[in-house]
């Protein structure tokens, strides 16, 4: 298997424009979710979805945020506008909650973006 | 509710050095307890894991022991590489399925 995908790895965009992240899970996996990396906060959880339904998404900083997943294998973030302080890593994460209690989460190499 | 709480980096020692990063959790229930780390540049990766108390973790020369009357999950390992420089994070599984992150701890080994 190829592993989490996304796409793409770096992304450098002007403040006001909008701004899409993919992420194509491990074929197979129920649970999608989506983090933000930086240094100041560290690794935080933004949204996660089960079976294609966001599941919870308290961790959404503020509308200019949205996710989707409109089918097993594919899924976006998308923020509009954009502002410098969203500049961080993305990765997204899958796993598979039938496989055993561990549910480990399969990580994907991330999106650098840089907003300007 | 529920959180982690890791020792802050970063750590530096030098190669075959015994490692020791701390980590201490705060769950209703009994999570299970994951160590995963990220190398430069690249996503997390499970490093072991371990689902009920006194459960031992290992991996790689890493361990980690589920202590319940603690709260706590340490990863140790005797002799360090340059190879495990790296960001090392303990996490929690809340029952609804996500994973509770600790800051992360860098660790630098130096040869």
């Known amino acids: 298997d190829a592993g989490v995908i996304q796409s793409p790895r770096h992304e450098v965009t002007e403040m006001g424009q909008e701004v899409t992240l993919r992420c194509k899970p491990i074929?197979?996996?129920?649970?999608l979710f989506w983090y933000r990396q930086t240094m100041m906060r560290g690794l935080e959880l933004l949204i996660y979805?089960?079976?294609?339904?966001?599941?919870?998404d308290s961790g959404m900083p503020e509308d200019r945020f949205s996710a989707k997943m409109p089918n097993a294998s594919f899924s976006t973030l998308k923020i509009q506008p954009s502002e410098p302080r969203d500049s961080a890593v993305y990765f997204c994460?899958?796993?598979?909650?039938?496989?055993?209690?561990?549910?480990?989460?399969?990580f994907g190499p991330g999106t650098r973006l840089t907003v300007l | 509710g529920n959180s982690v709480t890791q020792m802050e980096g970063p750590v530096t020692l030098s190669e075959e050095a015994f490692l020791t990063i701390n980590c201490t959790y705060t769950?209703?229930?009994?999570?299970?307890l994951f160590w995963y780390v990220q190398y430069p540049g690249e996503g997390l990766q499970l490093l072991l894991k371990?689902?009920?108390?006194?459960d031992k973790g290992s991996n790689k020369g890493f361990e980690a022991t589920y202590r319940k009357e603690t709260t706590s999950f340490h990863l140790e390992k005797g002799s360090v590489q340059v190879s495990d420089s790296a960001v090392y994070f303990c996490?929690?599984?809340?029952?609804?399925?996500?994973?509770?992150f600790g800051q992360g701890t860098e660790l630098s080994v130096k040869p």
């Open positions: 994460a899958s796993s598979h909650s039938g496989s055993s209690a561990y549910n480990e989460q399969f």
């Open positions: 074929s197979g996996h129920d649970y």
């Open positions: 979805f089960n079976n294609n339904v966001p599941i919870d």
């Open positions: 769950a209703t229930g009994y999570p299970s």
């Open positions: 371990a689902t009920k108390a006194d």
């Open positions: 996490a929690l599984r809340h029952p609804g399925g996500k994973l509770i």
